[in-house]
């Protein structure tokens, strides 16, 4: 089973970049798709980015396309979300999941259906 760990929230000022980490640990952690999702206050949780295991497939949310950019380094068994141009309307929790089917069908299912998360990381935008 793998297991995750968020890092790299913080406070920054709209317009400012910043580049979240998801640190996996457990087997084969080159097979598996990795998802961003965010969570404002009182709202859903929602897709942001998704990468396939090989890397070779990556997806995006509307409302990041061109801001936000997810690699990994299996090597490092780790994901990032490198996110520029922030806005305050980006603030929210940002999680990390991980799971063995295919990028498509992750980001067509949704958070629900995913079961390996990490704990979080807060990222808050000013203006």
């Known amino acids: 089973q793998v297991q995750l760990v968020e890092s790299g929230g913080g406070l920054v000022q709209a317009g400012g970049s910043l580049r979240l980490s998801c640190a996996a640990s457990?087997?084969?952690?080159?097979?598996?798709?990795v998802g961003w999702f965010r969570q404002a206050p009182g709202q859903e949780r929602k897709f942001v980015a998704a990468?396939?295991?090989?890397?070779?497939?990556?997806y995006y949310s509307d409302s990041v396309k061109g801001r936000f950019t997810i690699s990994r380094d299996n090597a490092k068994n780790t994901v990032y979300l490198q996110m520029n141009s922030l806005q305050p309307e980006d603030t929210a929790v940002y999680y990390c999941?991980?799971?063995?089917?295919?990028?498509?069908?992750?980001?067509?299912?949704?958070?629900?259906?995913?079961?390996?998360w990490g704990q979080g990381t807060l990222v808050t935008v000013s203006s």
């Open positions: 999941a991980a799971d063995p089917r295919e990028a498509i069908v992750v980001v067509t299912l949704g958070y629900r259906y995913l079961k390996v």
């Open positions: 457990g087997r084969a952690f080159a097979s598996y798709t």
């Open positions: 990468i396939s295991g090989s890397a070779d497939s990556t």
